[in-house]
């Protein structure tokens, strides 16, 4: 059992909460609120599979991410706990807290959503493989993007978003990508 990268802050005897990220970040994200936590709760917080210090492992769902996450508890030792996640990790939450209720002891959801539509499934699809340089499946899901109803600006967007977390560089080749499949859409020279 590979477990998620994680780090431990607060006192060791507090009530336990588990800060998930978003997709593309690590568990730095939760660092501005960590010294208000740390004063009354044992907190954990982990990087996602492939990103901070979290190792690829092979899932395909939200549940399997959960998975992952309860993992993490056992390993721990924390039979119940609160949980607190942004965007995906709000999902993780989400899904813990229907598959577990009695572990859940509360949960606070940020930018998220118990489910995404196939809308938003594709911005952070777009994301994640600019993300990860991906750029010969990032023609194929811009195009499975227009079909899920983005519009070509829309689309545009999600690239420019794109630059803040993972960078100039590679936002700019994805614009390239983007632009090459748009025009063969649309049928006007690139």
């Given amino acids: 059992m590979t477990l998620l990268q994680h780090r431990l802050d607060g006192p060791e005897?507090?009530?336990?909460?588990?800060?998930?990220?978003?997709?593309?970040?690590?568990?730095?994200?939760?660092?501005?609120?960590?010294?208000?936590?740390a004063h009354r709760f044992r907190v954990v917080r982990f990087d996602l599979?492939?990103?901070?210090?979290?190792?690829?492992?092979?899932?395909?769902?939200?549940?399997?991410l959960a998975g992952l996450v309860l993992e993490l508890a056992d390993a721990l030792g924390l039979d119940a706990f609160h949980y607190a996640g942004i965007s995906l990790g709000g999902a993780i939450g989400a899904t813990l807290a229907a598959r577990r209720p009695g572990r859940v002891l509360s949960l606070a959801m940020v930018c998220s959503s118990a489910r995404f539509g196939r809308r938003t499934r594709s911005c952070v699809t777009l994301t994640a493989l600019v993300a990860h340089g991906h750029l010969d499946e990032l023609a194929l899901h811009v195009r499975a993007a227009l079909r899920n109803g983005l519009t070509p600006?829309?689309?545009?967007?999600?690239?420019?978003?794109?630059?803040?977390?993972?960078?100039?560089?590679?936002?700019?080749?994805?614009?390239?990508?983007?632009?090459?499949?748009?025009?063969?859409?649309?049928?006007?020279p690139a």
């Fill in 13 to 37: 005897h507090g009530s336990p909460i588990i800060l998930g990220p978003s997709l593309g970040t690590s568990a730095r994200v939760w660092e501005p609120q960590l010294t208000a936590l």
């Fill in 49 to 64: 599979p492939g990103h901070g210090g979290s190792p690829v492992q092979d899932v395909s769902s939200v549940d399997d």
């Fill in 153 to 188: 600006d829309e689309i545009g967007e999600v690239l420019l978003q794109s630059a803040i977390y993972c960078g100039v560089p590679a936002a700019n080749a994805a614009f390239g990508v983007a632009q090459c499949v748009l025009s063969e859409v649309s049928g006007e």
